[in-house]
């Protein structure tokens, strides 16, 4: 085991396109590097319970076993209500001990890594954290997950002690604060998108306008996220000019975040996994102080 214990790991969401990220992890995990805290939103949060638990095939299972279910998601559960990903399937009923991918709980005790994973306060615009204090049992981890994991219209919100929440992208979609308050100066980001890649700003968001209308901090963080995000990019860049950042992001993104197809999934992850493996001598160069 190598341990860098001042290095933040910090895992943006994307949801299905997380896949592919899921993959480079499980290269850094097979190469047994850990990592003091983890910070992550979203999809990542998937991520980051599996690295918690300390469960290298459940990375794989989470994305690729997981859309092979029939109660997986679709238009049909959609159309039921059940969100366009089936979330209270995917993140509580799956996980418990007899579900298609069950959260080690023996594991996650077993390992003392910090972490933060969030989501946005729907009727109060406000970020909310969760760390380890707030864990008390695999059924906390699934809903904790859920509540990072539920996209606007695509998923229901996700209650948890009377407060409603949404995908923690909306709050911070590269999710950095968390290790800087926390003072850590160096930090390993796996992305879920192309180096390139920037989100477009401008024009009236009609679709945040309406959820604007019912829930106005939900409409104002959806309409105003590709400015923030672009600002959060720009920073993570500063960080990597100073040597205080590696970010390792798909060479590729074969899939979107709405993926169903399995295949299409399971080619993301073994894409990112490949890259993992590909790109970890620079990793560990920078992991162990070396300018990458």
């Not at 059940?82 to 390992?111: H, M, S, V």
């Not at 003072?183 to 959820?211: C, D, H, M, N, W």
Request: proline residues 6%; neutral net charge; aromatic residues 10%.
């Amino acid at each position: 085991m190598m341990l860098f214990d001042d290095v933040a790991l910090v895992l943006e969401g994307g949801g299905m396109r997380a896949a592919y990220s899921a993959g480079m992890v499980s290269a850094l995990m097979e190469a047994d590097l850990r990592f003091p805290f983890i910070a992550a939103v979203s999809a990542g949060g998937t991520i980051a319970s599996c690295l918690l638990s300390d469960d290298r095939p459940r990375l794989r299972a989470s994305f690729v076993t997981m859309a092979e279910e029939p109660d997986f998601g679709g238009l049909g559960h959609f159309l039921r209500g059940k969100g366009y990903f089936n979330a209270r399937y995917i993140y509580e009923d799956a996980c418990r001990p007899d579900g298609t991918i069950p959260f080690d709980w023996q594991g996650y005790l077993a390992n003392d890594t910090d972490f933060a994973i969030g989501a946005f306060t729907r009727d109060t615009g406000e970020a909310r954290w969760w760390t380890r204090k707030d864990v008390h049992s695999a059924e906390d981890m699934g809903r904790i997950v859920r509540a990072s994991s539920s996209l606007p219209i695509m998923m229901p919100a996700t209650w948890i002690g009377g407060t409603c929440y949404v995908d923690g992208g909306l709050s911070e979609s590269i999710p950095l604060s968390p290790a800087l308050v926390r003072s850590y100066k160096r930090f390993l980001i796996i992305r879920t998108q192309e180096a390139t890649y920037r989100k477009k700003e401008g024009g009236p968001a009609l679709l945040s306008r309406a959820v604007g209308l019912a829930y106005p901090h939900l409409g104002t963080a959806m309409r105003t996220r590709p400015a923030r995000y672009n600002r959060e990019l720009a920073y993570c860049h500063r960080l990597v000019d100073r040597g205080a950042a590696y970010m390792m992001h798909p060479a590729v993104m074969p899939v979107d975040r709405g993926e169903l197809d399995p295949e299409a999934i399971g080619q993301a992850f073994d894409l990112g996994l490949a890259q993992g493996r590909r790109d970890l001598p620079q990793v560990l160069a920078f992991l162990k102080g070396d300018r990458p």
